[in-house]
């Protein structure tokens, strides 16, 4: 089986009076989740945090590779590993929230990634251990789509 666990991509700062779960994505936080987005290996279905910036994660995503998102409320901050275990399916992705993206990922296999905006770790269970199949930044994801224009290896 193989996972995805995604952080969302950059929101905007917060505005006086704005509710901390309402805050969109920034324009630089749409643009790194494309791009990551486009590297991706199949995915068959996403699951995100109910907070804005993670649902407009999981629809770029989503939309990139036409399948479903739910709206899952084990992946609000402050929820552990256990809580979404049962969601586990080959290809699934997990839209959550710095530290608990990399909680998950260090339960799993013992390494803490540090997952920037919009990073993702491919997680795949051989028998009953998960190994790091893959670590996908932005900035890596921009540098491969730039080549892939240029044509430069």
């Known amino acids: 089986m193989l ?47 109910p907070l804005k910036r993670a649902i407009e994660t999981a629809e770029i995503v989503a939309r990139s590779h036409r399948v479903e998102y739910r709206v ?14 049962p969601y586990f399916s080959d290809r699934a992705l997990f839209v959550g929230h710095a530290p608990y993206v990399d909680d998950y990922v260090v339960e799993l296999t013992g390494y803490r990634p540090r997952l920037p905006t919009a990073g993702v770790v491919g997680l795949r269970r051989v028998e009953n251990m998960w190994f790091i199949e893959f670590f996908l930044t932005p900035q890596y994801a921009r540098e491969v789509v730039e080549r892939l224009k240029t044509g430069r290896p």
Request: aromatic share 4%.
């Open 72 to 85: 899952i409320d084990e992946l609000l901050p402050g929820r552990y590993l256990k809580d979404i275990e």
């Open 3 to 49: 996972i995805f666990i995604m952080r969302h991509g950059k929101a905007i700062e917060a505005k006086p009076g704005m509710i901390d779960d309402e805050r969109p994505l920034s324009s630089e936080g749409i643009e790194e989740v494309v791009v990551v987005s486009r590297l991706l290996p199949r995915v068959k279905i996403v699951y995100s945090s």
